[in-house]
């Protein structure tokens, strides 16, 4: 098992792409917490995982709270003495164009997809260097990487700054073997997903676009996490891994 007895914390893993990474950590032997908004799909992901034989908790969590983020920090400490893994999943994407998208609306993608990473690292770092290790894992996105015409500027602009803060933490806090590393997928087998590929004209673009031909899975999403987050991955820090079936190779 690569993360027998690691303390693994996760956001926006109630479901979807973080709850793939939760059951993976938990099928090798990690000790997740699931921390999400959403307090019903949490109880329920921690009911399923436990019924597969993981160690699962719920604590919820408002990524963008600051007082919320030391809540959780301190419950993990009281209760398992130890942080060894911070996955920063939790993101949303409002669907408008920069002519459309309003002011608040940014807002809010900001203080999710920017200020929620922000702050998990800010209170995850003590831990870590105190103990002189740790692994961040940041969900980016190829609209992180690139310019991406099927997607919303808002979103690639708060994905393009996950990207440079997981380079910049990499490069600070290495010297404390803390390794942060980001994920960039491309479009993912999500449900919402699923409902948008059912447009035949959607589905093409989304296809074409990807050398391999398929979207990515959440196995493909959730392999790469625990790759980033086991021993394997021991010299690999400030790297902006690239989920996409050669999207971005173009």
């Not at 997928?185 to 990807?210: C, F, G, I, N």
């Not at 050398?211 to 086991?230: F, H, K, N």
Request: hydrophobic share 40%; charged share 25%; aromatic share 6%.
């Amino acid at each position: 098992m690569e993360l027998k007895n690691k303390i693994a914390l996760i956001t926006g893993s109630a479901q979807g792409i973080g709850l793939a990474i939760a059951e993976k950590f938990c099928s090798e032997g990690a000790i997740v917490f699931i921390c999400d908004i959403n307090e019903e799909a949490g109880e329920k992901a921690i009911r399923k995982l436990r019924e597969n034989g993981g160690m699962a908790n719920f604590l919820k969590l408002d990524v963008s709270s600051d007082v919320n983020w030391k809540s959780v920090i301190s419950t993990i400490l009281e209760t398992e003495k130890s942080l060894d893994i911070l996955v920063n999943n939790a993101g949303i994407n409002i669907r408008k164009t920069i002519e459309e998208i309003s002011s608040e609306e940014f807002d809010a993608m900001c203080r999710v997809n920017i200020k929620g990473p922000f702050l998990g690292i800010k209170h995850a770092l003590p831990i870590f260097k105190e103990k002189k290790s740790g692994s961040i894992i940041n969900m980016s996105s190829i609209c992180g990487l690139v310019g991406h015409k099927y997607t919303q500027e808002a979103y690639s602009t708060t994905k393009g700054a996950v990207t440079l803060l997981t380079k910049s933490v990499a490069s600070r806090y290495g010297q404390y073997n803390i390794r942060c590393n980001s994920i960039h997928p491309s479009t993912a087998d999500t449900p919402l997903v699923q409902d948008m590929l059912k447009d035949p004209l959607k589905r093409k673009e989304r296809l074409d676009e990807v050398p391999l031909g398929r979207i990515a899975t959440l196995q493909d999403i959730a392999e790469a996490a625990l790759y980033l987050a086991s021993e394997r991955a021991a010299f690999l820090n400030g790297v902006s891994l690239p989920v996409d079936g050669g999207l971005t190779a173009y």
